[in-house]
């Protein structure tokens, strides 16, 4: 199967050499495409068109198999820290290629904790989702007027872009981290229109009007 997604993720780990050595220790049943350090190191781990193991259980617009159709990248980060400028340019150069090679569009650029809401959080609320948007790399909401928050209707929406199945609290979650992660109580009228937009300009079932 032809690789259809980029999931990206953080190591939550203290330096790039602890990283590399639990992503090639085959103990660990844990792999990647690709690992970057802070400085814009890229250390190529896994080919291309070889299914490494970095995403675990979870989906993305109806599909569980992630590992078997997904590019990892992995970057070194704490998990608690800002990227660093060096990280995101190589990241942002790493992700344009394997974009262009396997004709992967933004909208499947997605985080971990985008296909696995209800147990991961990387990349995190620090990492700068609008930038790569910015550069092609990602998509972004212009937030559509909404009245209010509808929890059932939140997760139509949500699930339309991609969100796996679960349970609106736990979709909100996702959501607000990866587009809104300074929010905080309820869900609103500003994380309505922001799912609203999102299936309508990215439908995972390439319905969206991509504008």
């Not at 979870?58 to 992630?66: M, V």
């Not at 004709?103 to 650029?109: A, Q, T, Y």
């Not at 790569?132 to 997760?155: C, I, K, Y």
């Not at 979650?173 to 809104?180: G, H, I, Q, T, Y």
């Amino acid at each position: 199967m032809l690789p259809d997604l980029v999931v990206i993720h953080y190591t939550a780990m203290p330096d790039l050499a602890a990283a590399r050595d639990r992503l090639c220790d085959p103990a660990a049943e844990v792999s990647a495409h690709y690992l970057i350090d802070a400085d814009g190191t890229v250390l190529a781990l896994v080919p291309e068109e070889a299914r490494a193991w970095h995403a675990g259980a979870g989906s993305w617009g109806g599909t569980d198999d992630i590992n078997s159709r997904s590019i990892g990248i992995e970057l070194a980060n704490d998990g608690g820290s800002p990227f660093a400028a060096a990280q995101m340019v190589a990241l942002e150069a790493l992700l344009a290629g394997v974009m262009a090679r396997w004709r992967i569009s933004p909208g499947r650029v997605i985080g971990h904790s985008d296909m696995a809401p209800d147990r991961k959080g990387d990349p995190g609320a620090r990492f700068d989702w609008r930038r790569l948007a910015r550069a092609g790399l990602s998509v972004w909401p212009e937030p559509a007027g909404a009245d209010r928050f509808g929890a059932v209707a939140f997760a139509r929406a949500a699930q339309a872009f991609g969100y796996p199945d679960a349970a609106p609290e736990v979709l909100l979650r996702a959501v607000r981290l990866r587009f809104r992660p300074w929010a905080c109580g309820p869900g609103d009228a500003g994380d309505m229109g922001i799912v609203t937009d999102l299936a309508r300009r990215f439908a995972v079932d390439g319905r969206g009007s991509g504008a």
